[in-house]
């Protein structure tokens, strides 16, 4: 008697790119922190009525092969390999928000951002001061309650010297295990298509599930004020090459 306990252990290995190129040397990665996976075969049944009512014949029509896996751990190569296929650099773009706060000083009413890490300043976020109260960004001049920005350095009204403001920015700092990727907008029918491996061991005994080609049709990340997020990722199987759509093995 076999039965079947806990999420299992869930592989991906990455086929092809996003542009259908096959991947030379493919890495497989674990869908680590695995919480659950779900494989749905189905097909539509065909049914030859006459002029009773059943069927007198039912045949097999289209089927197809639906899968959902939820795993904690967020890997980079893991979003890239199985849904996005494109390109990958070791950078990480990062929010600043800012919990500490700096006294506008004297003239010239400036302060300079200095990114964590020996990071590149990118992107305004917004400034706001110690009562919440969001500061308007301007071209030139601020005014009190305005700001002005060049480069990495936020220029401020005379009048506001002395109130402590918050500055939040986006930044980029290279980190060697970090994973970043700009994803561009391609022609429809292009995705990175994978093989998705699935084992589940309990009890000396083993469920073994091989999808030899599939491509993922959404990542859904959601995340909770007092909770962990687990992304989602949702993929359809399909024939590949021979032929084959799946392998399954149990121990009985």
Not at 162 to 182: L, M, N, P
Request: hydrophobic share 40%; glycine share 10%.
């Amino acid at each position: 008697m076999q039965h079947i306990f806990g999420s299992g252990i869930l592989w991906g290995t990455p086929l092809t790119d996003a542009n259908g190129v096959a991947i030379t040397n493919p890495t497989p990665i674990q869908f680590g922190v695995l919480q659950d996976v779900s494989v749905e075969v189905s097909a539509e049944n065909k049914m030859l009525h006459g002029q009773n009512q059943f069927p007198i014949d039912v045949a097999r029509g289209k089927g197809k092969v639906t899968c959902k896996a939820k795993n904690a751990l967020v890997n980079g190569a893991l979003i890239n390999s199985i849904y996005f296929g494109q390109t990958v650099v070791a950078n990480h773009t990062k929010d600043f928000y800012d919990t500490t706060g700096t006294a506008i000083p004297a003239t010239p009413f400036q302060i300079t951002i200095t990114p964590p890490g020996g990071g590149t300043f990118g992107q305004d976020l917004g400034v706001r001061d110690q009562t919440g109260r969001q500061y308007t960004r301007v071209a030139s001049g601020p005014t009190t309650g305005q700001y002005s920005l060049s480069g990495a350095v936020y220029t401020f009204a005379a009048a506001d010297q002395g109130i402590k403001v918050f500055i939040d920015y986006q930044y980029t700092v290279t980190e060697a295990i970090a994973k970043q990727s700009t994803v561009l907008n391609l022609p429809m029918g292009y995705a990175p298509e994978f093989r998705a491996d699935l084992s589940n061991p309990y009890k000396g005994k083993h469920l073994t599930l091989i999808l030899f080609k599939c491509i993922a049709s959404k990542l859904a990340i959601a995340t909770k004020l007092d909770d962990f997020a687990i992304p989602e990722f949702d993929f359809d199987a399909f024939a590949d090459g021979s032929g084959q759509v799946l392998k399954w093995a149990v121990s009985e």
